[in-house]
């Protein structure tokens, strides 16, 4: 995957964890074939949902490491380190 992109089927995002950069603009990208979207559990970012094979960006400007969900489906965890 290019730099600053990450991927989701129903069970994962993948890489988990990540470590970007502070400024970087992250790009989630679905491979799966239902909805999902990337929510920080304390609000940092979120991503609208995004639809099968469609990707959604946010640019990550305060460091710290995150763990975020998908809203639709809680079981999708992962964590973003941003230094």
Do not use: E
Request: aromatic residues 8%; charged residues 5%; proline residues 6%.
């Amino acid at each position: 995957m290019v730099m600053g992109a990450f991927g989701m089927t129903t069970t994962a995002y993948s890489p988990n964890p990540a470590n970007v950069a502070v400024g970087t603009t992250v790009t989630w990208m679905n491979n799966d074939s239902v909805t999902h979207d990337a929510r920080a559990d304390g609000g940092a970012f979120a991503t609208p949902l995004i639809s099968p094979g469609g990707s959604a960006s946010v640019k990550l400007t305060t460091a710290g490491s995150f763990v975020y969900h998908c809203s639709i489906h809680p079981g999708m965890v992962a964590t973003i380190v941003v230094q």
